[in-house]
């Protein structure tokens, strides 16, 4: 298995507080990667990172923050969580930038905004 | 926009027999198409890969076929076991775009029973 570690891996919140969800890699990928997982919908973007201090967002930013100040860390933040972002969440990371290497996931945090 | 199907959405099966599950994708141009499997719990793991020139690739009891003219993609799977139950996730990778770029769609749910 690829050295992909998230935390925690399960948590439970309130709505209005801020969460912090990492992403902590030992492979020195450069391309690092948060989705998130819901019923009904196939795993969607939230933001990408292209390297340390390179990130950009994908396809449902909105309400998510994200930074990555070393190689291996990359974190998600949820500045003030609502209970549309009950979800859960993966992270991955890949090689290659093309899409040609697989993208190589993490095993989750299951989010409860109650 | 770019969408990938899948059917059956939920499949039961008995050990050792055979079953086949579709991917119906709409982007285009593609440069590769991806099966993960999903254990509960886990992150995707990939199965297969295949290019937009490749028609069949196998990975053990799994084997991917892939037909780029009526963008259709199914995956195989012989002589069932247990440990098959999960779920199956269709990926499409765009030729323009990357990493960032890539469409999921929302698996099949495959138990295997005894």
Same mark, same amino acid.
């Given at each position: 298995d690829a050295g992909i570690t998230q935390s925690p891996?399960?948590?439970?919140t309130e709505t209005g507080t801020p969460v912090t969800l990492r992403c902590h890699q030992t492979e020195n990928h450069r391309y690092m990667y948060w989705y998130r997982q819901d019923p009904g919908h196939g795993l969607r973007l939230i933001h990408y990172s292209y390297g340390v201090k390179d990130t950009d967002k994908g396809e449902v930013s909105d309400g998510y923050s994200v930074s990555r100040s070393k190689t291996e860390d990359f974190l998600l933040t949820l500045e003030s969580a609502t209970s549309s972002q009950t979800s859960v969440y993966f992270c991955a990371i890949s090689r290659?930038? *093309?899409? *040609?290497q697989p993208q190589h996931f993490g095993d989750g945090t299951r989010l409860s905004i109650l | 926009k770019n969408q990938v199907e899948q059917s059956p959405q939920s499949l039961i099966i008995?050990? &050792?027999? =055979?079953c086949t599950l579709q991917c =119906?994708? /709409?982007?285009s141009p593609f440069s590769?198409?991806?099966w993960y499997k %999903?254990? /509960? &719990?886990? &992150?995707?793991?990939?199965?297969t890969i295949m290019t937009f020139s490749e028609n069949t690739k196998s990975n053990g009891r799994y084997t991917a076929t892939l037909d780029a003219d009526t963008k259709q993609s199914s995956l195989h799977i012989t002589a069932s076991q247990l440990s098959d139950s999960a779920s199956y996730i269709c990926v499409v990778t765009p030729r323009t775009g990357g990493g960032n770029k890539l469409t999921f769609g929302t &698996? /099949? %749910?495959?138990k295997v029973e005894l």
């Open positions: 891996r399960h948590k439970v290659t930038r *093309d899409g *040609d | 008995l050990e &050792g027999k =055979n =119906n994708y /709409t982007v590769n198409l991806r %999903q254990d /509960t &719990g886990r &992150g995707p793991v990939s199965l &698996g /099949t %749910q495959l």
